[in-house]
C-alpha cells in the first residue's frame, strides 16, 4: 500500500483510508448519520467507508465499553466483540455498556445488545472466547481494524504480535488510576508495541486495575481517543497516532503527544526479527508471579480454611496484610496487621517483624503475598507462608457478609 507522506521527522502525515466505501446509504442511514455527512472531511463517502469498515474491540470492558458504543453510533457497519467474562457488579463504575440487569450475564452478550440499542444497522459478531495464540489468526483475519481494550501484559503482546504479523493496524489503550495511554500501532507504516515496551514490566511490578484502582471516567477519555484514531484511520482524515503515544493525565488534565520511533532492533518488527510467529506462551512470557515467589510458595501455602482452623486453634502467629491503606479501609481479615508490600520488599519493615512467631502473609489474591514471602524468606523467616485467594477466599470461603472489591 503506498505511504501518502513520510516526512523527514519520521512523522506520518496521513495514511489513505483502510476501507472502501459500501456501495449506498439508506434514506435512514442518511437521516441517521446526517450530523457526520456535513462535514466536509467525513461526507458521504466517509460515512460509506464507516458502513462498510469491520472492526474488532478486544474486550468489552472498561476501554471496550465507550469504544464499542461510540463505533456503534458511528456506524461502522461490523462490530466484532472478543470476550470470555461475565458482568459483575464492581464492572459498573467504569463498565458503561453494561447495567445492573446484566450482572451475571455474558459481557459479549450484554455488549451486544447495547450496541442494537444504539444502532440496529451495525452486524454485531460475538466471539464469546479468550483470545490466544491458536484463535486469534482466525479472528483478527475477519476484521480491517483491532481496537484494543484488554488489561493484561499477556493479552497485549499477543494482539500486538498477531496484529503485526497479519499486517494489521490496531489502536490500542491502556489505563490506570488517574493516567492513561494510547497510541496507534501499524508496523507497516510505524512502531509496534514492542518498539515502545520491548520487554513485559517484571511481575509484581505493575498493579492491574484490579488491584491498583482505576477512575471510572478514565475509560472514556482514553476510549474517545481510541474511536476517534479509529474512524481516522477508516475515513483516511487527519493524522492518525500512529509513530506517537497519547499521554493523559487526569489530575493535571494534559495531554501529551510523544513521538514513538519505530526501533530497528525491535524483535518483532525490526530489521533482523527474532519473533516471527506467535510465542508459544504469553503468560509465560509475561509471568505472572516472579520465579523467585513461585519458589517461595511451594509447602508454604495455606488456605483461607487453614487459616480460619490456625486463629480456632489459637497458634502462635502473626497475620500480615501486605495490600495498601485504601484496601485495608474496604476489608481486612480478623486480627490482621497492615504491612505493605513495599515496605517489605524494600527491607525496612523486616526489623518490626517478630523471630520467634509464624508469619502469615496474605494480600488480595496472592500474588502479592507470594512476592512478599519470596522477600521475607530470603531474610531467614524460614517457616513464614502465604494465604491462598488472599482476602478475595477468605470472603468466599469463610465470611460471605464481608465486601469484595
Ligand atoms: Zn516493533
Request: hydrophobic share 40%; charged share 20%.
Amino acid at each position: 500500500m503506498a505511504i501518502s507522506g513520510w516526512a523527514s521527522e519520521n512523522v506520518v502525515m496521513s495514511l489513505p483510508p483502510l476501507v472502501e466505501p459500501a456501495e449506498s446509504l439508506s434514506v435512514d442511514e442518511i437521516r441517521r448519520y446526517s450530523r457526520h455527512l456535513i462535514i466536509p472531511d467525513v461526507g458521504v463517502a466517509g460515512q460509506k467507508r464507516l458502513k462498510n469498515a469491520k472492526v474488532l474491540c478486544v474486550g468489552a470492558g472498561g476501554l471496550g465499553s465507550p469504544a464499542l458504543m461510540y463505533l456503534a453510533a458511528a456506524g461502522v457497519g461490523t462490530l466484532g466483540i472478543v470476550e470470555f467474562d461475565t458482568v459483575d457488579e464492581s464492572n459498573l463504575q467504569r463498565q458503561i455498556i453494561h447495567g445492573q440487569s446484566d450482572i451475571g450475564r455474558p459481557k459479549a452478550e450484554s455488549a451486544a445488545a447495547s450496541i442494537r440499542e444504539i444502532n440496529p444497522y451495525v452486524n454485531v459478531v460475538i466471539h464469546n472466547t479468550a483470545i490466544d495464540r491458536d484463535n486469534v489468526f482466525d479472528i483478527f483475519g475477519q476484521y480491517d481494524l483491532i481496537v484494543d481494550g484488554t488489561d493484561n501484559f499477556a493479552t497485549r503482546y499477543l494482539v500486538n504480535d498477531a496484529a503485526v504479523l497479519l499486517g494489521k493496524p490496531y489502536v490500542w489503550g491502556s489505563i490506570y488510576r488517574f493516567d492513561g495511554q494510547a497510541s496507534v500501532f501499524w508496523a507497516e507504516h510505524g512502531p509496534c508495541y514492542r518498539c515502545l515496551y520491548p520487554e513485559p514490566p517484571p511481575p509484581g511490578m505493575v498493579p492491574s486495575c484490579a488491584e491498583g484502582g482505576v477512575l471510572g471516567v478514565l475509560c472514556a477519555s482514553i476510549g474517545a481517543i481510541q474511536v476517534t484514531e479509529a474512524i481516522k484511520l477508516l475515513t483516511g482524515v487527519g493524522e492518525p497516532l500512529v509513530g506517537s503515544l497519547m499521554v493523559y493525565d487526569a489530575l493535571e488534565m494534559t495531554y501529551r503527544k510523544i513521538k514513538v520511533r519505530k526501533d530497528p532492533a525491535c524483535a518483532l518488527c525490526g530489521e533482523n526479527p527474532t519473533v516471527t510467529q506467535l510465542l508459544e506462551d504469553y503468560e509465560d512470557f509475561c509471568g505472572a508471579v516472579s520465579v523467585e515467589a513461585q519458589e517461595a510458595v511451594v509447602d508454604s501455602t495455606i488456605t483461607a480454611r487453614e487459616l480460619k482452623e490456625w486463629q480456632d486453634a489459637e497458634k502462635d502467629f502473626l497475620l500480615v496484610d501486605v495490600r495498601e491503606p485504601a484496601e485495608f479501609e474496604i476489608v481486612r481479615i480478623p486480627g490482621s496487621v497492615l504491612i505493605p508490600k513495599g515496605e517489605i520488599l524494600s527491607g525496612e519493615a523486616l526489623a518490626t517483624l517478630p523471630q520467634d512467631k509464624q508469619i502469615v502473609l496474605h494480600c488480595k489474591s496472592g500474588v502479592r503475598s507470594a512476592e512478599a514471602l519470596a522477600a521475607l524468606k530470603a531474610a531467614g523467616f524460614k517457616d513464614a507462608v502465604h494465604v491462598q485467594g488472599g482476602v478475595l477466599a477468605w470472603v468466599k470461603t469463610i465470611d460471605p457478609s464481608l465486601p469484595s472489591y
